[in-house]
């Protein structure tokens, strides 16, 4: 007898909440225009620390050629002979067991003829002003003892006659890293900055609903009706704004990548990288309609709690 009981009463609630859930959709219908305006605002404020939170993956997803990360040019002076430079690149070898080549001015040259597209214009030059160069690369991997590895054999390299200036290529990466790193705390900013944002017009547009409804909201109190009857309809309408403002946020972005693919894809293809560009998967878009639901879910509850309050603490039923 107790066990049919639950049964009949889960099935009441579950009744209760469903007819909540469509009934404050409707509501929503009912005004257009003002849950448009709403809703783009709430995507609008979604999409700018999503899509900065996308383009940093997709920056970390690139190729800049992390294989050559930690290898030093050397540009050696004018007046260096090929003997001298086969002498410091078996010296480089045995200094720190490093792989080294040497590139030299008519190769350096013709690389250049062919990457810059100059062709036959630079024919007209009377001598070549390319100098010798090393290519000097580490065997060792990436980690704590790179920097300390690649900055000794580069001083060392300096400090050698031959040796007119050295240029260490992993600092470049190290900026980015840190750009990037920059980057992730100002999405976790953001992030917290609009999620209040999304919670103030959710409650601010639910404040002006309850206000609307206050006359309903009089009678639920008088004929007995509790605090989560009569806040059931307002937190399901933040719910349907935050599922919708999330919504628009991942359209917005989803269009912007569709715009930026071709022309993104060109650039880096100039620059001999492949590059596929990421989108949010099936979990990330999910976990973004949760999360917007629940912020304005929050701020419709936050909304609606003012106004409970207000009746406890006056003693009578008032307005906003």
């Keep these: 007898m107790k066990l049919e009981r639950a049964r009949r009463l889960l099935r009441a609630w579950f009744r209760r909440q469903l007819y909540s859930l469509f009934s404050s959709l409707g509501t929503l219908f009912s ?60 010296r480089v070898k045995q200094k720190g067991g490093a792989d080294a080549i040497a590139i030299s001015p008519q190769q350096g040259l013709e690389e250049f003829r062919a990457s810059s597209g100059f062709g036959s214009a630079l024919d007209v ?32 390299l300096g400090s050698q006659p031959a040796v007119d200036s050295v240029e260490l290529d992993y600092k470049w990466m190290q900026r980015l890293s840190n750009l990037l790193d920059l980057g992730n705390r100002l999405v976790s900013i953001l992030t917290i900055m609009f999620s209040a944002a999304v919670v103030v017009v959710v409650a601010n547009t639910t404040r002006m609903d309850v206000t609307n409804r206050s006359d309903e909201i009089e009678v639920l109190a008088l004929v007995g009706a509790g605090d989560d009857f009569i806040r059931q309809p307002f937190l399901y309408s933040g719910l349907w704004y935050g599922l919708f403002g999330s919504g628009l946020a991942l359209v917005l972005l989803f269009g912007c990548l569709a715009y930026l693919h071709g022309p993104l894809a060109n650039l880096l293809d100039a620059y001999g990288n492949t590059f596929q560009l990421k989108r949010p998967d099936a979990q990330q878009i999910f976990v973004v309609l949760i999360l917007g639901g629940l912020l304005g879910l929050l701020g419709a509850w936050i909304a609606v709690a003012r106004y409970l309050k207000k009746l406890r603490d006056e003693g009578f039923l008032g307005r906003l």
């Design 125 to 156: 030059l009377n001598e070549n002003p390319l100098p010798w160069v090393i290519m000097v690369k580490p065997n060792v991997d990436a980690g704590e003892k790179l920097a300390e590895t690649v900055e000794e054999l580069g001083d060392w």
């Design 31 to 90: 005004h257009q225009v003002g849950t448009l305006m709403t809703v783009m605002v709430l995507g609008i404020a979604m999409f700018l620390p999503i899509g900065l939170y996308v383009t940093l993956d997709n920056l970390r997803g690139i190729d800049f050629q992390k294989s050559e990360l930690g290898s030093i040019t050397a540009f050696l002076r004018d007046s260096v002979t090929e003997p001298e430079v086969v002498d410091l690149i078996q």
